[in-house]
């Protein structure tokens, strides 16, 4: 009995891993949809979102089903319970990806980017990928020192969102309202997918300490 | 020791109640001082969403109190792990609310909505105030109607959120990147708040049917 619950809770751990290394593959593509005006990788992560959806589905079931049959108490419990937090956060994740994805499906063949902000958007599909990575890193080793670099890395990106806004209010984009449109969302969909994934380190850290700050 | 769980269920469900109604309070006092230009407003709202926050951290610990002790199954584990996901699709409603009055904030004296489209945002006010009495009359009385109407009216506030978007990017708006900002950003939280308003819909639909359709 006892190794079936152990069996059931390093599926939790592994389900939360594969979910996190898809998000990880669909904000890759859908940054690189977005940056390349790439309708063919875009239209992919549209498809490859549903996966995660219904991934996170069956992970939410399988941590109910621990919940109602093994009574799982302290830091079993927060793994249980937090993994029915992370996998929202992480769906809503790979709803981003999808939504920049979609800016650039709707935009092609011209590009979603307005000129000016090209590096900016770099930056903050590198940083959006590398929260990612970070977050499955976290997931699989469950070193607690990766919370602190996550949240580093989610700092950078609000600082490139303020950077954007200053941008897109200057005259530069004056008389391009679709640029100014793209670009609002656009950096408020990275801004908000780094936001998630700190909302899921922090679940991990109060798994693995007990604490939230 | 029932009548304690009963006790601990039945206060679940008080909390839930007692988080939408201020999540109603936010939303009205939030899309008054945007639509009024109202600083004094904006400002309360901000504050009360940091309420909202502490109530829906406090149902958390409840419920994750309900699920070390009592083991809960059936009907009763669908309400307690819907709350943990009701109470955080609430505090994100409280976070959009929160985000309109900031934007009131940030363009006072001058308004943050752009010309010819202050009755589509009145709709959009009227729409979301709306969702959130709707959704404390189903947390209140538990019937099933009334999640038809919350996704009813979700379905009027995607149509005028698409028709934003059409006239931000009309000619009328040229020379006017903040106003394209402004109601880029103000449509796509009154869309993200009905969003929300579903899911936790939703969750009730499942808590009180056992099924998501």
Same mark, same amino acid.
């Not at 992970?59 to 319970?81: G, K, M, N, T």
């Not at 709803?95 to 590009?111: C, F, K, N, T, V």
């Not at 590096?119 to 977050?135: G, N, S, Y």
């Given at each position: 009995?006892?190794?079936?619950?152990?069996?059931?809770?390093?599926?939790?751990?592994?389900?939360?891993?594969?979910?996190?290394?898809?998000?990880?593959?669909?904000?890759?593509?859908?940054?690189?949809?977005?940056?390349?005006?790439?309708?063919?990788?875009?239209?992919?992560?549209?498809?490859?979102?549903?996966?995660?959806?219904?991934?996170?589905?069956?992970?939410?079931?399988?941590?109910?089903?621990?919940?109602?049959?093994?009574?799982?108490? &302290?830091?079993?419990?927060? /793994?249980?319970?937090?993994?029915? =937090? @992370?996998? +929202?956060?992480?769906?809503? $994740? !790979?709803?981003?990806?999808?939504?920049?994805?979609?800016?650039?499906?709707?935009?092609?063949?011209?590009? &979603?980017?307005?000129?000016? /902000?090209?590096?900016?958007?770099? =930056? @903050?599909? +590198?940083?959006?990928?590398? $929260? !990612?990575?970070?977050?499955?890193?976290?997931?699989?080793?469950?070193?607690?020192?990766?919370?602190?670099?996550?949240?580093?890395?989610?700092?950078?990106?609000?600082?490139?969102?303020?950077?954007?806004?200053?941008?897109?209010?200057?005259?530069?984009?004056?008389?391009?309202?679709?640029?100014?449109?793209?670009?609002?969302?656009?950096?408020?969909?990275?801004?908000?997918?780094?936001?998630?994934?700190?909302?899921?380190?922090?679940?991990?850290?109060?798994?693995?300490?007990?604490?939230?700050?």
């Amino acid at each position: 009995m006892r190794e079936v619950f152990q069996q059931s809770l390093r599926e939790v751990q592994e389900r939360l891993v594969k979910i996190a290394e898809l998000v990880e593959d669909a904000i890759e593509n859908a940054t690189s949809a977005f940056g390349n005006s790439d309708v063919a990788i875009a239209e992919k992560v549209i498809d490859d979102v549903e996966e995660i959806e219904a991934l996170a589905a069956e992970l939410d079931l399988h941590a109910i089903d621990i919940l109602a049959r093994q009574q799982p108490v &302290a830091s079993d419990l927060r /793994l249980v319970v937090g993994a029915l =937090r @992370m996998s +929202a956060s992480l769906e809503r $994740m !790979a709803d981003l990806a999808q939504h920049i994805a979609q800016l650039a499906r709707y935009r092609y063949p011209e590009s &979603a980017i307005p000129k000016g /902000l090209t590096k900016t958007f770099v =930056r @903050m599909a +590198a940083l959006d990928v590398e $929260m !990612a990575a970070k977050l499955v890193e976290l997931l699989r080793t469950q070193e607690l020192d990766v919370v602190a670099e996550i949240r580093d890395l989610d700092d950078d990106l609000d600082e490139l969102h303020a950077k954007v806004f200053e941008k897109v209010l200057s005259d530069k984009l004056a008389n391009n309202p679709t640029g100014v449109v793209d670009a609002t969302l656009a950096s408020r969909y990275h801004e908000r997918f780094g936001d998630h994934a700190v909302s899921v380190a922090k679940q991990m850290q109060f798994f693995l300490s007990g604490s939230l700050d």
